[in-house]
Structures are given as C-alpha cells and as structure tokens.
C-alpha cells in the first residue's frame, strides 16, 4: 500500500487557483480560510490511501461453523475520482467461513479502508471482495454496493435519490445461482 501523504501545501495553492479561476475573491472573508479548511477535509477523506484492509482483517477467530455471515446496510461515503464529488449509500459484505471469521466490525472497517480514497464504485466493489478473499482466505465472499452519486444526482443527469448498485463474487459464489440467491434472501431483498 502507497504511503503517500497528502501535499497539503499543494491543494492550498490548487483550491486558491480554484476560487480565482471561479471568478471568486480568494481573499473576501467568507473564503480566507477555505483552502485551508479544504486541505485538512482531504486528509480525512482520503485517509484509506494510507490504510491496507490487512489491519482490520488481521485478528481472527475460529470457527467450525460454515454458515454464510452477512454484515449488511454498512454506511459509507466515498469521493467520486471524476468529479471530486461524494458518492455514498450502503454496503452489504457477506462471507462464508473456511475455519475462521473476523469480528462483525471490521467488515464495516475494512469497507472504510477502501471509500475513503478518490473511488470509482466498481472498482471499490472489487477491491472489497479481493481484500477479504486476501486476508480471511474464505470459501467466497459477496459484496454489494448501492450508492447515490452526488456528480449524477446534484447534476440533473439522473433523477435524484436514484441508485447505482454493483456486485462482486468471489470463490464459492460465483456461478452459484443458489448461494447468490441465499445472500439476497438474507439482505431482504
Ligand atoms: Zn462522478
């Protein structure tokens, strides 16, 4: 995983040359601060770029048991790499066990890792699914995503409220219609 840190100097300069290129007074009061208050939110947004899911899916416990857990309605907000605009919604993180689970929390950990960064939300999907399959080495995992895109709704192309849902499998569900069929019956779906 990149260690890069934020150049924070960098974005201060940039969100300045933003306002004036907006046509906005950087230096009127209600916008003195603005660069400043923008760099140190980017620290906080995209703090998963310096995170691998390999801390939060580290501690294991084991089991005999090999039922699927599902860990559903996980709130997340994420930054749209197109337009630096928010996407956020729910994730749904299910596994079935190989001997070993991870406590329920670091499911939503681990989806924290991977939204706070510049995302696109196919990618996120994958990359949910691949860290868990990495780390808990499961029978399989599936991972559903369901986000409003701020860059689509606040932007008229799409009426607002509407959702973009995308899916991973991994392992055992994929091509297993009725494993598939088990996870949207135990999301309510
Ligand atoms: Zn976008």
Redesign the pocket.
């Known amino acids: 995983m990149s260690q890069n840190k934020l150049d924070q100097k960098k974005i201060k300069e940039a969100v300045r040359l933003l306002l004036e290129g907006m046509g906005e007074d950087p230096d009127r009061p209600g916008l003195l601060d603005t660069p400043d208050r923008v760099a140190r939110m980017y620290e906080e947004l995209l703090s998963g770029m310096n995170q691998s899911a390999g801390e939060p899916l580290s501690r294991v416990f084991p089991v005999e048991s090999s039922g699927m857990v599902l860990e559903k309605d996980i709130v997340f907000y994420s930054t749209?790499?197109?337009?630096l605009?928010p996407?956020y919604g729910k994730a749904h993180v299910a596994y079935i066990p190989d001997g070993k689970v991870v406590g329920l929390s670091k499911l939503a950990r681990t989806v924290e890792v991977f939204a706070r960064r510049l995302q696109i939300q196919e990618q996120m999907t994958g990359q949910i699914a691949d860290a868990m399959m990495e780390f808990l080495a499961p029978k399989g995992v599936m991972v559903v995503l369901e986000a409003e895109?701020t860059?689509?709704t606040m932007r008229g192309v799409k009426k607002p409220g509407s959702k973009t849902v995308t899916m991973a499998a991994r392992g055992v569900f994929q091509e297993n219609a009725a494993l598939q069929e088990q996870f949207f019956q135990m999301l309510g779906r």
């Open positions: 749209c790499e197109h337009h605009l996407f895109h860059c689509m």
